[in-house]
């Protein structure tokens, strides 16, 4: 009996998990509350989104539009990740004052530091509006029917009452199959409060991201400040910590497998609910073709950055970002093919055909619209990636752009001006010479995978890369695109003032043979590639929103939750480790002891600084060692999150903020287009280990008594 028992115990946890038949990324306001409470879940759901008394909805926001951070304090205090304080941390970093290696702690609110540009947004409302949008749309073609839509949210914002600091938007939500409404408050003074070093938020850097097991303290503080009336301002100096409705407290027990959380945020694009011939395309053409462009990039830039510091410093950033979605879309790739993507959404197609024929004309119309998409959505993706990662080739695109404006008398005073300032931060982290090897081999690999239609006349002269080399290198010699033909020696003095006062800025510009290539392509482009793809794109989305109202109708078993489109969502999971391959297991949780094995002295990914050793040496963890004595850093659950759900809170069964996300396992990373229990992990740092950093390794105890903390 007691056996039973014991065994009834210990496969609980994944019982519980595999109980969880899918993900889903809920509206606060429509929660799956039933699922999450038989998962877990003590609070209900009038704790999480109450528009008559404070919620867990009012310590949630998003982050400067991208990312998601929380309050934690009844001061305005905000929980964010490191890399999504990256910016700010970085602006505030110089060489003789470097935040980013040395860390920032505030002694005070007085040495807090201000963010010009910085925004959090709050969302006090949401409504349905479907029936303000939608009627007499219904029989509208693709294009009028967006036209018509456009207009009805346009009157409907006009009607909406706010405050000056308030906005209304809408957004579609299942493919335009209905519409709702968020009252957003936007708070414009936000402070930098702390930040770790990158040792420990950035620790195992590129190598790491997407991995687990993972040790990364991807955490930063800021702080909201308000105006005396506690409403939201500009920045001054005058302004106030704001006081928010709610706070979360902050949970340091320990974290058990099988354990209940849900991770609330602003997940930015999924899209769960395409055709198996959708997913099949992304598989076979885009996805692959993506890789293989940032590939070639990501060798040639690597090479010189292992070489020669200076390269590695100023390309950091962009080798970083480059190899943060060339990593997510192996990993993508991988786990459809894994998962059975394609033959799973085939089954269900078969199963829906079934029980509703027009299922079957539908996706008879998807094959029959993707299979003709198929060779311009193919070229879209070379093209965009060759694009985005020849530099050169987007900065000659930057001044064809320029030209067009001032030929067409639209290059106002505010459209130079941030075109000086994007130039400016452009050729700060530009290096000419290297990207000349990077364009070269990649204007070779477009040559090679582009069909004759879609090349200009002459193209093929560039399929042989040691002769691109050299075409470009006598080109950038004299082009003042690539800055090494000194205008006046501007460019390479970054004086770019001085190269726009030349008066005859574009007729230079018109005769550099580089541009002429970038404009050459771009308008094969534009005539052979876009308008194609668009006009077959809009009937593509036509049919997809015809389609998952067809799901939603025929499919009475499945509860449905509309894709991510960066607005406020609920996803729910519990804590779980994973068996990612044959053999292979994962536990749910790491610890300091795990960063120790990983350290690599002096090693740009995985140094660890000197007082966090001490700390480890001496076991001086106090309250933040769980029972088995370490300190834990990371852990894994089954939330279903994508990009933009970086530092989100995650939250216990209580209320209580256990963890932030900050990234997912690469073997679960398809879960942007199926998402699999089996497979998808979100990460997330453990509140235990952010709480140690601030209080054991900051010492800034002064932060810790603001909180709540729950023992
Ligand atoms: N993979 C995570 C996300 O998609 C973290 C990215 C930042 N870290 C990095 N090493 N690039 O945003
Ligand atoms: N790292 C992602 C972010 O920055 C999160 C994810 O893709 O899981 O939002």
Not at 226 to 238: F, G, I, R, V, W
Not at 313 to 339: D, H, Q, R, T
Request: proline share 5%.
């Amino acid at each position: 009996m007691k056996k039973t028992i014991l065994l009834a115990i210990a496969i609980l946890p994944s019982v519980v998990a595999f109980g969880q038949k899918a993900g889903g990324m809920w509206i606060p306001t429509e929660l799956n509350e039933k699922e999450m409470k038989d998962l877990g879940m003590k609070i209900s759901a009038k704790d999480i989104f109450n528009t008559q008394k404070p919620s867990i909805k009012d310590a949630v926001v998003q982050f400067n539009g991208g990312c998601t951070a929380e309050v934690i304090s009844p001061k305005g205090l905000l929980l964010t990740n490191h890399h999504c304080g990256y910016g700010q941390i970085q602006a505030h970093s110089t060489v003789e004052n470097d935040l980013l290696s040395n860390g920032f702690w505030a002694k005070n609110t007085e040495g807090e530091l201000p963010n010009p540009g910085v925004t959090v947004d709050f969302i006090t409302d949401i409504v349905e509006v479907s029936d303000k949008i939608l009627p007499g749309s219904e029989n509208l073609s693709p294009e009028e029917a967006k036209k018509y839509i456009a207009k009805n949210i346009e009157d409907f914002k006009a009607t909406a009452k706010l405050k000056p600091f308030q906005k209304v938007v809408v957004k579609p939500m299942y493919d335009g199959n209905k519409y709702y409404a968020f009252t957003i408050e936007t708070f414009k003074d936000i402070r930098l409060v702390g930040a770790p070093p990158q040792s420990i938020g950035k620790f195992g850097s590129d190598t790491d991201n997407w991995v687990w097991p993972r040790h990364t303290g991807d955490f930063s503080l800021f702080r909201i400040y308000a105006d005396k009336n506690n409403q939201p301002a500009e920045y001054s100096k005058d302004n106030v910590p704001y006081t928010p409705k709610y706070s979360l407290p902050i949970s340091i027990k320990d974290l058990k497998e099988g354990d209940f959380t849900f991770v609330f945020g602003f997940p930015g694009r999924t899209t769960e609910y395409l055709p198996s011939i959708a997913v099949e395309k992304i598989i076979q053409d885009i996805d692959p073709a993506r890789i293989k462009v940032r590939d070639v990039a990501l060798k040639t830039l690597d090479e010189k950055m292992r070489a020669d510091d200076a390269t590695r410093i100023k390309y950091a950033s962009k080798y970083a970002s480059v190899a943060n979605y060339w990593k997510k879309w192996s990993g993508e790739v991988e786990g459809l093919k894994k998962s059975n993507a394609v033959a799973k959404k085939q089954a269900y197609e078969q199963k829906l055909g079934n029980l509703n024929p027009e299922v079957q004309k539908t996706i008879a119309q998807f094959n029959q619209l993707y299979t003709q998409q198929a060779p311009y959505a193919l070229n879209d993706a070379y093209y965009q990636e060759v694009v985005r990662n020849a530099e050169t080739l987007r900065l000659a695109n930057m001044f064809v752009n320029y030209v067009n404006r001032v030929e067409s008398g639209s290059a106002n005073q505010d459209y130079t001006n941030s075109f000086k300032k994007t130039l400016t931060n452009f050729y700060k982290n530009y290096d000419g010479e290297l990207d000349a090897k990077v364009t070269a081999k990649l204007l070779a690999l477009y040559a090679e995978k582009t069909p004759q239609d879609f090349l200009p006349n002459g193209f093929q002269q560039f399929s042989e890369v040691n002769q691109n080399l050299q075409t470009i290198e006598n080109w950038s010699k004299n082009s003042i695109i690539s800055g090494r033909k000194a205008l006046d020696g501007a460019f390479i003095n970054q004086d770019i003032d001085k190269v726009f006062a030349s008066p005859q800025l574009v007729a230079t510009l018109k005769n550099d043979p580089f541009y002429q290539l970038a404009l050459t392509l771009g308008s094969i482009y534009a005539q052979k590639t876009y308008p194609q793809l668009s006009q077959l794109q809009n009937q593509i989305d036509a049919l997809q929103k015809k389609y998952m109202k067809l799901q939603m109708d025929t499919d009475k078993e499945k509860k449905f939750f509309p894709d991510a489109n960066s607005t406020l969502r609920v996803t729910y999971g519990v804590v779980k480790g994973s068996n990612p391959r044959d053999a292979v297991s994962y536990g749910y949780q790491t610890s300091l002891s795990g960063v120790m094995e990983k350290y690599i002295p002096g090693d740009y990914e995985f140094d660890v600084p000197k007082r966090l050793i001490d700390l480890y040496q001496k076991k001086d963890y106090g309250q933040y060692a769980d029972k088995t004595g370490e300190v834990p850093v990371n852990f894994t659950a089954t939330n279903h999150t994508t990009g933009g759900n970086s530092g989100s809170p995650a939250i216990d069964a209580h209320g209580n903020l256990v963890g932030l996300n900050f990234d997912r396992q690469w073997e679960g990373t398809m879960s942007d287009i199926n998402f699999d229990p089996r497979f998808s992990r979100n990460i997330m740092v453990n509140t235990k280990y952010i709480l140690f950093v601030i209080d054991k390794f900051a010492d800034a105890k002064w932060l810790l008594n603001e909180m709540k903390i729950v023992k």
